[in-house]
């Protein structure tokens, strides 16, 4: 088994699911990223009869879980039945997932890598893998650790029979049906969000409706992600080569995974040392809570990464006029040495940066897709 080294020490006690983790018997990852959730070294889970790690980033600090899990090629995962709904992420592979509710009938939707699906709570999900020679591996969020801060029986969230209104199956057979894309401006304020809607999202590396992310620099475009009914969302954010975004500062168990691109992130706790996180496609991170993270793209295509959210309740974001200014750094503001180590970066790899010099010396610079 392997035994990853924990680069975090927790101040904190564990929480009541951290012991649970550790009882599982695979692989529990305590650093800050994993570089490549694709190869990442996995352990047999005997009590599910596949290979498995928990991802206890430093982020997620107790709000989020976030564990991967393979599918032998040629294989299947046998059903299981979680009480929680359940956000996954295709890191790799091709397969089917056939997913019921007790006495209903069964619905099963085809998957490829870079697929992004939503799993309702109370519902069987069995996993299998349409290919004989590529293992598929699956990043899979959920809220187990609060859910079991508040019931501290295990038992609770797995296999229980719940009398469920099936949401899959049925006439209501199109729960994984491609989602849709929608303009809209929630605030009424001129700041339209383009949202992407639905269940099944076939394929976040080539999703190009997208919008201009105002206010974040380096002409970086975004779409929301929301199922329906449900208060889990993410986000999909995609910025050109050879530029970076600006540093910024939120709430934890942001869960960033990379689909696209070749860049790094910067994390640091204000006047502390910075935690540099290299990524590419598969790449898997999460900025601790409050911490400044900044995000850049030192390849030559646009990266791109997708963020999976904490619950509203953890976001930080919940009051209406909060004053954010001391939560984002202006380029004219930051570090000198951000922008050096970014230009070192890309002359490593024979490119220059293609910021424009006057974001550096005009506090009003608008990129321009932020100009309207
Ligand atoms: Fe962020």
Redesign the pocket.
Known sequence: MVEAKPAVNYIRQPYFYDNWVEKQGIPVYRDYYIEDGRTVELGDWDARGHKAAFLQLAGLEGVSEARISEIAPGGRIAPVKFALEEVVYVLQGRGVATVWADGGEKHSFEWNAHALFRIPGNHWVEYSNMTGDVPVRLLQVNNLPVAMSTLQRPEHFFDVSVPTKSMVGGPEGDFFSDAQAIESDPSGRGQVRSYWVGNFFPDMRAWDKLVPFKGRGAGGTTVFVQFPGSELTAHMSVFPAKTYKKG?R?GPA?VLAIPAGEGFSVMWQEGKEKVYVPWHEGSIFV?PNRWF?QHFNVGETPGRYLAFHPLPQFTGFAAENLDRSSDQYEYHQEDPAIRAHFEAELKKRGLASEMPAEAYTNPDYKFENEKD
Do not use: A
Request: net charge neutral; proline share 20%; glycine share 0%.
């Open positions: 910024h939120h942001y900025p993270h």
